[in-house]
T-cell receptor, first 105, second 119 residues
């Protein structure tokens, strides 16, 4: 099983600041890595697929990078609606999610 | 607009069964694989099961293999999750998700249905 670890567990920032979230896989997942956002009381939403491609309707302030075992989600300038929990997920070998990073104000 | 509406959750005792349903609309249902993902209260996301477009291929997490069965009725635009021999640790909100057309990420999600297993 591919295990995903995310860091930091919690990230405290202010609107307008830049956020950098990390995801590391226990073995290579090539670029089969996605990022999801979950705000309180809501279902998850796909943000990034295949490591660096924004999903439909996702603002350009969200960007993803990485390949192999190390990946990064960057939010260039935080908006109030961006605060919540972010999960990475791999589909190279079955499907697994990381434990999440909580992005708080 | 893609919409997924789950139903069938409830409160049951350990060892009992539940059948979840997910009705899809706003897309051609039989062109997409479908999945279930769950989230225990206050916890993260856990993939449960995925079903191919035709229903011929099924995939299960080890934690539910042999107890849960995923199926679909393309004539009714609905995917099901039959959950048998339920355990306390199966308590979660169960989300239905539509996969991407060419890549199996969880592209669209429903709002989920809550299944509680408690004695």
């Amino acid at each position: 099983e591919v295990v995903l670890t995310q860091s930091p567990a919690t990230l405290s920032l202010s609107p307008g600041e830049r956020a950098t979230l990390s995801c590391r896989a226990s073995q290579t997942v090539n670029t089969y890595l996605a990022w999801y956002q979950q705000t309180p009381g809501q279902a998850p939403r796909l943000l990034i697929y295949d490591a660096s491609h924004r999903a439909t309707g996702i603002p350009s302030r969200f960007s993803g990078s990485g390949s192999g075992t190390d990946f990064t989600l960057t939010i260039s300038s935080l908006e109030p609606e961006d605060f919540g929990v972010y999960y990475c997920q791999q589909r190279d070998n079955s499907w697994t999610f990381g434990p999440g990073t909580r992005l708080e104000i | 607009e893609v919409r997924l509406l789950e139903s069938g959750g409830g409160v049951v005792q350990p060892g009992e069964s539940l059948r979840l349903s997910c009705a899809g609309s706003g897309f051609t249902f039989d062109k997409y694989a479908m999945s279930w993902v769950r989230q225990a209260p206050g916890k993260g996301l856990e993939w449960v099961s995925t079903l191919s477009r035709s229903g011929a291929a099924t995939y299960y997490a080890e934690s539910v293999k042999g107890r849960f069965t995923i199926s679909r009725d393309n004539s009714k635009n609905t995917v099901f999750l039959q959950m048998n021999t339920l355990r306390v640790e199966d308590t979660a909100r169960y989300y239905c998700a539509r996969m991407g057309a060419t890549r199996w990420d969880f592209e669209y999600w429903g709002q989920g249905t809550l299944a509680t297993v408690s004695s």
